[in-house]
Every structure is written in C-alpha cells, then in structure tokens.
C-alpha cells in the first residue's frame, strides 16, 4: 500500500514571500501521479496542481509550482508571492497508474498561515 | 451550475439513527467516489464506484453502506450511527478511474452523532 507523508503540520509565511510545502510518498509502483490539493476554511477541495510520475519536468501553474524528485520519492509545492487567499489546508496526494478505483491516497496535511 | 453537490451540507442527529448523505454530479464522470475526513483533517477514502459498480470496499464497518441508483448519483447510508461517525464526509467524482484525471469534490457533509 502507498503511503504519503507531510511532515510539516504547520508554516507561517509572511505575505508576498515564498513557502515550500514538503510532501514524501512510499510506492513500489514505476507509474502514478502526484497531486497537491488545496482545503479553505470553506472545505471545498481544490486541486492546485498535478505531477506525472513519467515527466521529469516539473509542473508549473502561474504562482505554484512545484520539485518532483522520482528517486528520492519527494513532491514537494513551491508558492511563490503568497497571497492571503492562499491560507488554507494542503493536501498531497498519490494516485495508481493502475486506476482510480483506489481513489486517492493523501498525506496528513499542512495549515498554511499567511501573515499580512 | 455546481459539478458536484452533496446534501445535506450540515447533519446532527442522535446515536443509533439511521441517516442518508446524497451525491450528485453533473459532470458526466464515470467514477464516484467517498471520502472520510476525521477530526484531525485526515482524508480517508471510503468507497468508490465506476458505472454503477462497487469496485472498492476500504475497512469500513458495514454500518455504511453505498447505493448508487445511476452513473450520476452515489449515495451514502448510514446505520446504527455512533459517535465515533461523527466527521466530514466528501463525495467525489471523477472522469475515468485511473490516470491524472482530477477528481472533483463536493462541498462536504458535516456530520454530528450526539
């Protein structure tokens, strides 16, 4: 079974400044994907960004991006010019190749606080 | 219109109820899916259905049980509720099961067992 772990169960970032959010995962599988996921105040969930296991470029979406390391079984998100908006739960989560059938497998989150 | 919208939003209810959660996406996905997120924000997926099928079963007590009358609804029953079953629990839907595909989530139920 996969795991995914978040170590950081907390940061503080002031605002305009960058934060990285650190995120391991144990698999023996070759192929699967990488997901973080965003979880407001208001619950919703909100995908922020996904990773092919098989690309070694790493993904970029506008102020998130973020350093997918295979070996070392590391998917940590980089935010860039945090926001307030941007206060929230992230979620890492680790999805089979094989199928969805298994849903998603998430790590334990980190509360993101934005310092204005 | 909402992709995916679960009723009710809030639920309390009293120990040993029988209580249901309905889920609906207009997103024409063929993979649904429901997750239980306890206390401490831990996201723990429940079950999963794709074309009408239970495709997986976590360790969940049978107290639980999913029904999926078409492709576009998932509904979660609950029985004999205790308090331990008290959390937030999402549905989700996908559009195949495996792959990057994102999965969309509900707003989520809160549910209190008093």
């Known amino acids: 079974a996969q795991t995914v772990t978040q170590s950081q169960p907390e940061m503080s970032v002031q605002e305009a400044e960058t934060v990285t959010l650190s995120c391991t995962y144990d698999?023996?599988?070759?192929?699967?994907?990488l997901f973080w996921y965003k979880q407001p105040p208001s619950r919703q969930m909100i995908l922020v960004i996904r990773?092919?296991?098989?690309?070694?470029q790493n993904a970029t979406e506008n102020r998130f991006s973020v350093n997918f390391q295979k070996a070392a079984k590391s998917f940590s998100l980089k935010i860039s010019d945090s926001q307030l908006g941007d206060a929230a739960m992230y979620f890492c989560?680790?999805?089979?190749?094989?199928?969805?059938?298994?849903?998603?497998?998430f790590g334990k989150g980190t509360h993101l606080i934005i310092q204005p | 219109d909402t992709a995916v919208s679960q009723t009710p939003k809030y639920l309390v209810t009293q120990m040993g109820n029988d209580k249901s959660i309905k889920c609906e996406q207009n997103?024409?996905?063929?993979?649904m899916y429901w997750y239980k997120q306890d206390s401490k924000k831990f996201l723990k997926i429940m079950f999963s259905?794709?074309?009408?099928?239970?495709?997986i079963n976590e360790t969940v007590p049978n107290r639980f049980s999913p029904k999926s009358p078409d492709k576009a609804h998932l509904n979660l029953h609950i029985n004999s509720l205790e308090l331990g079953d008290s959390a937030v629990y999402f549905c989700?839907?996908?559009?195949?099961?495996?792959?990057?595909?994102?999965?969309?989530f509900g707003q989520g139920t809160r549910l209190t067992v008093v």
């Open positions: 989560a680790y999805r089979s190749e094989g199928g969805g059938a298994d849903g998603l497998t």
């Open positions: 997103l024409g996905h063929d993979t």
């Open positions: 990773q092919e296991a098989y690309k070694q």
């Open positions: 259905y794709n074309n009408k099928e239970l495709i």
């Open positions: 989700a839907s996908s559009l195949i099961p495996g792959g990057n595909t994102e999965a969309f």
């Open positions: 698999t023996s599988e070759s192929d699967y994907y």
